[in-house]
């Protein structure tokens, strides 16, 4: 059924109305606006909370949902909430990575108001950059995504700010133990409004101290000092009825130190995120309207180890400016989208330098990179009747490799089209198939030097000996809505991939002449069955997310060749989420986490080398680590109103049962070897780093 | 619909249980464990690997030890047939020595070991002497104290440092933290290091990082040549174990044949200091 409305209010507004159909849960319909107001999308029609949009793929949180997660350490975290959805691997405990459909967290981009994040958490992973209180939704396309988005193997998860214009001032704070935030959403004038929430850490106060207290002192590194700091500002200015500027910042550094006591031996790590973008939305007659964006994005990160009159230092930064532009038109039954990109990167690798008695060394090994990236695309998403629908979309790329800054590698240009394509099939009213295709490219790499996506992973560009890596995958789904109150998909995937890059391993001092001769080349491929059950209203709401995956990887140099498993090649993945609301002032929370452990490679066989136990070890990745599973909850209670200003408090216990999750194990050896009665012991040492945690934090906001 | 969702939610979990299998099996190898210094008879010591699960008690440890092989080092000019010689305070026990072939700096050195009907052979040289200028010690606290090694590199080679230490009444040298480093930091400089004292092995007690006051200690500075110091270095790693860092995998070998370990090349000097 089309229906056709004549909207009198301004576009502004339109974008936030949400339409309930009851008697048909899900329809769209072609908006023909009159002179007045030119230029306004096609509108989807949904129930309010869908999760899975059927066209684009995309799974959409929006801050609500985020909000039904219980909080960690006190904070909604984003990132946190999409890795309850299936198909996004838990990397386990302290582990910052986003696995999406068995890749490299480096193989999902993330972005924030359209601008890369090259890192987007904060230490171990507790809290992401993304402070919850900025964040309008997050979205997350793993298969077949619109053309605009390109030049990553996995996913890409879309944050952006709350860009709703608030009524009045509202001001927002929240007090915890270990960090506080505050915030200002504010008008500045008809035209304009301002949004600013800054985030601190002060462990440094809190916990570090009484960690120092507790270790013996001078005999190991004592002396812990960690915070970090984040600050988003968005500002947006309504230039008139057609066009609108928007302003995004964030900036935010983490701060590690260790040392010990009473010596002149210390480490420090210290890395951070800088973005700062400009867009201009238009619109125009006949339905067309244009984005253009400028932005910034940089991340650095540097590790510096003083061991008396020795000083070295690793650093890795990426940095990107990049100018895009998409231009979006609409007919009838085809929403066109055409665009144009170029991107600047500047990259120094794992550089090393350091720094004896005083004197720079003579050997530092430092590589920046630098490469030009421009991309084109052009997607349409055709409507061919009330049952079909389709998307299609075509990026070109070019990639062109400008050299380092000692011109040891030549220059090198990369080309490459990248097509997507899905259809629809609307059964009912209440169900849906989709299928999607798409053969995507990436010519920048996450190298993992941690076990963990630790900060120290770094990003190095393709050059003429190393080439972009690729993926093609298939996906077949199925999605329902039954009523408004549940909703559910069942998501089946194959990808397969090439020129996938593993770091041979150690930075030998021997072997730093260049970095990026140190990687084994391989092929690997990912399939499995995704399926989300979710209840969307009553008192309790919730979700139940199951993920069945395998992810296998095959390198020449790796294992004598043979396939074998990725390290977070987890097959099954539980996730249950819910929400209660006992009264209009106390609601509860829970989510629980099962997956399969984590693989790791076995050792095989021992022998001895200067009385060192030294081991063989056996096939890659071919022992799995116990199974993880973690219960956390969280209790919100709304107190009464100080003034015009709505308290909360929240409590929560992460880990409730406080199961030890194993996160690595190794063996520890003891023995003798002289004497008349030799011998050695070994004992397997399992390293778990997340017991129960309880917190509360404390939210005040107007 | 749901019910179908709900079906096929079964048959996966049913279906899904999987555990990773270890195919590789253990197989036999050598493991050599040599060296040729400066000045010195060479010194090779013969052993084989065992399974993981293997208890290794004293019986055990005796029976690695391989006693019947012939060992042979040869120069250019010389070769030696080592002699097997027991000594109960040195692991394995049974040590393979020289009596008459002395290390020389700049001469390379081939090993051949016969056992049965196999043969394992590799190759290493002797680099020049390195000359400690000072070993002094940096004061920690009133009771702690820790070694700071000063040397001159020699700017005409490319040299591979390891730093060893060991109180007078040890018999060992234990390795330090740092362990060593390659000149391509300083070539040609004159630099001084604070080194951490270590233990042994991985088999040891901690010792702590410092010496105390009054310690009559020996510290040794190594040279080796690039291959040496690799494989010194992956085992370091190896003993070490970092929690978050990716393992290194095995440890690099350059004995040729079905074999592990090193045959390794040095030249050292000795510094004896009292911490103070």
Request: some cysteine.
């Amino acid at each position: 059924m089309r229906i056709t409305f004549n909207f009198t209010m301004s576009r502004y507004f339109i974008i936030y109305v949400t339409i309930i159909l009851f008697s048909c849960n899900i329809a769209h319909a072609q908006v023909v606006l009159s002179d007045t107001v030119k230029s306004l999308e096609e509108i989807i029609i949904i129930k309010e909370k869908q999760t899975k949009d059927s066209r684009s793929g995309a799974v959409k949180l929006s801050h609500s949902d985020i909000l039904l997660i219980p909080s960690l350490l006190g904070s909604n975290d984003p990132l946190k909430a999409l890795q309850t959805l299936p198909g996004i691997i838990n990397g386990g405990d302290g582990n910052a990575g986003l696995y999406v459909r068995g890749s490299d967290p480096g193989q999902t981009q993330i972005l924030y108001n359209g601008i890369p994040v090259y890192n987007p958490n904060h230490l171990f992973g507790l809290y992401s950059v993304f402070n919850p209180n900025s964040i309008g939704s997050i979205s997350i396309y793993k298969s077949a995504p619109p053309a605009w988005y390109g030049d990553r193997l996995a996913a890409f998860v879309d944050v952006e700010s709350n860009w709703k214009r608030p009524d009045s001032v509202r001001l927002n704070l929240d007090i915890g133990l270990l960090a506080s935030s505050i915030g200002l959403k504010t008008p500045v004038s008809k035209k304009t409004f301002a949004d600013l929430q800054i985030r601190k850490s002060y462990m440094n106060y809190t916990v570090w101290p009484i960690v120092s207290s507790m270790t013996k002192k001078g005999r190991s590194y004592d002396k812990i000092r960690y915070d970090f700091y984040d600050l988003n500002i968005g500002i947006k200015h309504q230039l008139n009825d057609n066009n609108s500027l928007s302003l995004s910042l964030y900036n935010g550094e983490d701060r590690f130190h260790l040392a010990i006591s009473d010596s002149s031996n210390h480490h420090a790590m210290q890395w951070g995120n800088l973005l700062a973008g400009l867009q201009w939305n238009g619109y125009f007659k006949n339905q067309v309207s244009l984005v253009s964006k400028l932005y910034y994005t940089g991340y650095k990160f540097s590790f510096g180890v003083t061991l008396g009159d020795i000083y070295a230092r690793i650093i890795n930064r990426i940095q990107t400016t990049g100018f895009e532009n998409k231009l979006t038109k609409q007919w009838k039954d085809h929403v066109l989208n055409a665009g144009i990109s170029f991107k600047y990167h500047t990259i120094s690798p794992y550089n090393t330098t350091s720094d004896i008695n005083g004197e720079p060394n003579t050997g530092d090994n430092i590589l920046t990179q630098h490469a030009f990236e421009t991309n084109f695309f052009i997607n349409d998403g055709i409507t061919f009747s009330r049952k079909w629908f389709t998307n299609i979309g075509i990026r070109y790329t070019q990639f062109n490799y400008k050299g380092d800054r000692d011109s040891t590698i030549n220059r090198k240009a990369y080309r490459w089209i990248a097509p997507s394509l899905s259809l629809r099939y609307t059964i009912t009213n209440e169900l849906f198939l989709r299928l999607g295709a798409n053969i995507s490219y990436q010519p920048l790499h996450l190298i993992p030097v941690s076990t963990n996506a630790l900060p120290i992973d770094f990003w190095i560009a393709d050059n003429e000996l190393m080439k972009p890596s690729t993926a093609k995958q298939f996906s077949l789904g199925i999605y329902t809505q039954h009523k408004k109150s549940y909703e559910a998909y069942l998501d089946l995937f194959y990808k397969r991939m090439d020129h996938l890059m593993e770091y041979t391993g150690y930075f030998s001092q021997e072997q730093h002449d260049d970095i990026t001769r140190q990687f084994y080349y391989g092929k690997g491929n990912s399939y499995g069955a995704e399926i989300l059950l979710k209840k969307t209203s009553g008192k309790l709401t919730g979700s139940i997310s199951y993920t069945f995956s395998r992810s296998l990887r095959q390198f020449a140099m790796i294992n004598d060749g043979k396939q074998f498993p990725f390290k977070y090649d987890r097959p099954n993945q539980l996730v249950i989420t819910a929400h209660y609301t006992l009264t209009e002032k106390v609601s509860l929370s829970a989510l629980f986490t099962f997956c399969d452990g984590s693989t790791y490679t076995p050792e095989m066989a021992r022998y001895m080398i200067r009385d060192n136990v030294i081991t063989e070890y056996g096939d890659y990745n071919s022992n799995r680590i116990a199974a993880y599973h973690r219960l956390d909850l969280s209790l919100v209670y709304k107190m009464k109103p100080l003034g015009k200003f709505k308290q909360e408090m929240n409590f929560s216990v992460i880990n409730v049962y406080n199961h030890k999750n194993v996160l690595y194990n190794y063996y520890k050896y003891s023995g003798e070897l002289s004497g008349s009665h030799p011998y050695i012991k070994s004992e397997m040492r399992d390293i778990s780093v997340l017991p129960i945690i309880p917190s509360v934090v404390y939210k005040l906001s107007l | 619909m749901m019910k179908i969702l709900f079906s096929l939610l079964i048959i996966i979990c049913c279906t899904a249980c999987n555990k990773a299998v270890n195919t590789k099996t253990f197989a036999p190898k050598f493991v050599v464990e040599g060296w040729i210094e400066n000045d010195d008879f060479p010194v090779v010591k013969l052993t084989h690997n065992l399974p993981v699960d293997a208890v290794l008690d004293s019986a055990q440890l005796e029976e690695i030890v391989i006693r019947w092989a012939k060992v042979e080092v040869q120069t250019d000019d010389a070769s030696e047939i080592l002699t097997l010689v027991r000594d109960k305070n040195i692991f394995p026990y049974y040590i393979y020595k020289g009596t008459q072939l002395r290390g020389k700096t700049g001469k390379k050195y081939k090993l051949i070991v016969t056992y049965a009907e196999n043969v394992l052979t590799a190759e290493t040289s002797i680099p020049g002497k390195p000359l400690i200028d000072n070993v002094n010690f940096y004061k920690v606290d009133d009771s702690s104290y820790q070694v700071n090694l000063s040397f001159t590199d020699n700017a005409g080679s490319k040299d591979y440092y390891r730093f060893y230490t060991k109180p007078d009444s040890s018999a060992l040298y234990s390795p330090t933290t740092p362990g060593g480093f390659s000149d391509a930091l300083f070539n040609g400089r004159s630099v001084s290091f604070q080194l951490f004292r270590n233990r042994y092995s991985n088999i040891s007690p901690y010792t702590g990082a410092y010496f105390h006051y009054g310690d009559k200690v020996n510290v040794k500075l190594t040279n080796m040549d690039s291959i040496s110091f690799t494989c010194w270095e992956a085992i370091s790693r190896e003993t070490a174990r970092i929690p978050f860092l990716n393992s290194g995998g095995d440890i690099p070998s350059n004995i040729r044949g079905a074999a592990l370990g090193i045959w390794y090349g040095a030249a050292s000097s000795v510094h004896t200091a009292i911490a103070y």
